[in-house]
């Protein structure tokens, strides 16, 4: 079984060739996400944020790609995102995130708006 900590984390991100800058947003959106669905494994909480980063970031990496790196079925995946994207006191954040500005790959830097 996958345990969840840093480590793992960077190991999976980097799996799935995912950039520094989308890395740093699974890790951190994983630790936010990991106190407020205490009901999902890490694990499963994890694929779904990497889910919802790369889909924020416009990342052409699937619930496949994700299913093959991590064990998490797509099923599950997708019940996580949907968890994510609709969570009450981060909605106003995950509105911001679906703007294509979010992250600057070219300057390496987050972007709020």
């Known amino acids: 079984m996958l345990s969840i900590d840093k480590e793992n984390i ?4 980097y799996k799935l060739n995912l950039d520094e ?4 947003q699974c890790k951190y959106y994983n630790d936010v996400f990991s106190s407020k669905l205490p009901e999902n494994t890490k694990k ?3 694929a779904g944020v990497i889910y919802f980063v790369t889909q924020s ?3 052409n990496i699937s619930k496949k790609n994700i299913n093959e790196t991590t064990g ?3 099923v599950t995946i997708n019940k996580i995102y949907k968890k ?3 969570y009450p006191q981060f909605s106003h954040v995950c509105k911001r995130i679906k703007q294509p500005q979010f992250f600057d790959k070219d300057k390496g830097v987050m972007r709020f708006y």
Do not use: E
Not at 10 to 13: K, Q, T
Not at 21 to 24: A, D, F, H, I, Q
């Open 10 to 13: 960077l190991d999976i991100c």
């Open 21 to 24: 800058g989308s890395t740093y």
């Open 44 to 46: 499963s909480i994890l």
């Open 57 to 59: 970031n416009g990342l």
């Open 72 to 74: 998490v079925s797509a």
């Open 84 to 86: 994510i994207i609709n």
